[in-house]
């Protein structure tokens, strides 16, 4: 349970801990440029151009989270839509669908992602569209697995020979049963998306400045590390804590759903 | 053996193909255009320079030219670096990559094979818990995690390596490092997987009745086997080597094909970028050839 605590902190500092800070991630302090940490009026010190260390590693994970929720979400839906239907419909369309999937998963997606954005531009609501449309395809497999194997569950044959229509039942049965398993995915879909995410920032091809992310600021701190090493070090530190805990509580979830 | 070969290269082709027809519908669908700029061209400019690069033609002209000229290794003119073709920064950048990568992989297949063996020969004791975590680790660390905190230790706390540049053997190991270390991390975790596996077959019983020591039972017969996922792995491998290689090409400043990739997404220097993923796309299908290659030289069964 100590990952759930860890990253309940975390959450919550990037929430609200903006607010106890006398300083916004872009406000330029001229009196400290380069003010070392524990500086009186910034913690971590500041950056190159004297902004609040701490403030931008904050707003950073708020933006890296953000874009990995969304991510998520919308990898969640397609790959829950495309797994139903294909586990539901069985057949050729199955197998057709399915190897659709396969196809997308020999690709080299990091490449995939890049064409993306040099060809749609490097906005932030392009930058989680691509990675949920790329990352979608390991929770459509799990939902199709499921899928197929609560089709000849009795309950659900019960509730066909009632009558039940195949939206009631998808919507009834189904989907309450495979929520489990789809949301231990989901927590482990994130991380995924954090990395990806912060991979694109790290090349200048994901978030742009001014706004910033765990990505753009490992970029920074791998610019300025000959003189202020904790720039580099506070947000990979930061990076670390969110892959290792998200992928432990996604991990636990997954084993205490797995049927 | 050599069907085998004509058959995997023959069915590269569509795939091939695609790559490039999809790369190139990709880049032709973009709004904006390499020639935007801050100032807007006047149209007779504009004109002509779409002229020059021939983008006034139909589509499936500009393809089938594309394709002519790709099948002649051909690329185009670089559209940012003026006065430089495309093939000609891919002939600069290839080698380069190159080197690093194959460096890297062969640092890794000794490090994550000498790996998985140790810890297969001393099970469930320190090595192989060690070993185990160590691995779990390197696989979980991103490279544009890894990469900055070795050139930090060793690049300037500890100055023993160069930081970046390219040109002699030193600039050459705080990369071959950094980018080997995840792929290292796997095939150790697949090796070890693989050889506990084999371990409790009847010709490994047979092997260790008849008195071997247990590190030659396991050079000897168990370890060709227990390699055949490690191949499978090649394919993954060579990709993860590739996205490691753009990161790793940015951090230390290598003039390599990843870097040239990145500067080209920046800029959006079509031509470039569409060389690069073709390049990317056939080092991967020869690489996933060299895993079927594997397969049937480390176990006679699959040959077929």
Redesign the interface.
């Known amino acids: 349970m100590k990952a759930v605590w860890v990253f309940a902190l975390l959450l919550l500092a990037a929430l609200i801990g903006l607010m106890m800070l006398h300083w916004g991630y872009d406000t330029i302090d001229w009196d400290a440029v380069r003010a070392p940490p524990f500086s009186p009026t910034h913690l971590l010190g500041t950056d190159s151009v004297g902004r609040d260390l701490l403030a931008r590693t904050l707003v950073g994970t708020r933006v890296s989270l953000s874009i990995a929720g969304a991510a998520a979400l919308v990898a969640l839906v397609i790959g829950t839509l495309w797994g139903a239907i294909a586990g539901w419909v069985g057949g050729w369309v199955d197998a057709l669908m399915m190897r659709v999937v396969d196809a997308l998963y020999a690709l080299?997606f990091?490449?995939v992602v890049?064409?993306l954005?040099?060809?749609?531009?490097r906005s932030i609501l392009l930058v989680f569209l691509g990675i949920g449309a790329v990352e979608w395809l390991t929770m459509a497999r799990v939902v199709r697995g499921q899928v197929m194997q609560l089709k000849h569950r009795p309950f659900i044959i019960a509730a066909e020979a009632a009558g039940a229509n195949t939206r009631q039942i998808m919507i009834g049965h189904i989907l309450p049963n495979i929520a489990g398993i789809a949301s231990a995915y989901l927590l482990l879909t994130i991380p995924q998306v954090v990395?990806v995410e912060?991979?694109l920032s790290?090349?200048?091809?994901g978030v742009q400045e001014p706004l910033t992310s765990l990505?753009i600021l490992?970029?920074d701190?791998?610019d300025d590390?000959?003189i202020a090493?904790l720039t580099?070090l506070v947000p990979?530190a930061v990076?670390?804590t969110i892959?290792?805990c998200l992928?432990a509580l996604g991990e636990r979830l997954r084993d205490r759903t797995a049927t | 053996m050599l069907s085998l070969i004509i058959r995997r290269l023959l069915t590269a082709i569509p795939t091939l193909f695609a790559v490039i027809l999809l790369s190139f519908l990709l880049m032709r669908l973009a709004p904006g255009s390499p020639f935007d700029s801050e100032r807007a061209l006047d149209p007779a400019t504009r004109m002509a320079l779409e002229h020059a690069y021939g983008l006034n033609e139909p589509l499936t002209t500009q393809f089938g030219q594309y394709l002519w000229h790709v099948l002649h290794a051909d690329f185009g003119p670089s559209m940012v670096y003026r006065d430089f073709s495309v093939s000609a920064l891919v002939a600069k950048g290839l080698p380069v990559s190159l080197l690093l990568g194959g460096c890297a992989l062969v640092l890794a297949t000794t490090l994550g094979i000498g790996g998985g063996v140790i810890a297969a020969r001393f099970p469930q004791l320190w090595p192989d818990r060690m070993i185990g975590t160590t691995a779990t680790l390197l696989t979980a660390l991103p490279s544009f995690v890894s990469a900055p905190l070795l050139v930090l230790l060793f690049g300037l706390m500890l100055g023993w390596l160069p930081v970046s540049g390219w040109g002699d053997a030193p600039h050459l190991i705080l990369p071959v490092i950094a980018l080997a270390l995840p792929v290292a991390g796997a095939i150790a975790k697949l090796t070890r997987a693989g050889l506990s596996d084999v371990m409790r077959g009847d010709n490994v019983r047979a092997a260790r009745a008849r008195g071997l020591s247990p590190m030659r039972v396991i050079t000897r017969h168990a370890l060709r086997p227990a390699l055949v996922p490690v191949a499978s792995y090649l394919g993954p491998a060579a990709a993860g080597l590739l996205t490691g290689a753009v990161v790793i090409e940015t951090v230390f400043g290598i003039p390599g094909l990843g870097r040239y990739f990145v500067q080209g997404a920046l800029n959006r220097d079509y031509p470039l970028v569409m060389a690069v993923v073709i390049l990317y796309a056939a080092l991967i299908i020869l690489f996933n050839l060299f895993a079927d290659l594997a397969y049937g030289w480390l176990d006679p069964r699959v040959r077929g």
Not at chain 1, 117 to 121: A, D, L, Q
Not at chain 1, 202 to 205: I, P
């Open positions: 080299p990091m490449f890049i064409i954005m040099v060809v749609f531009g990395m912060s991979f790290f090349l200048g091809l990505g490992i970029k701190g791998v590390m000959e090493p580099l990979i990076l670390m892959l290792v992928t």
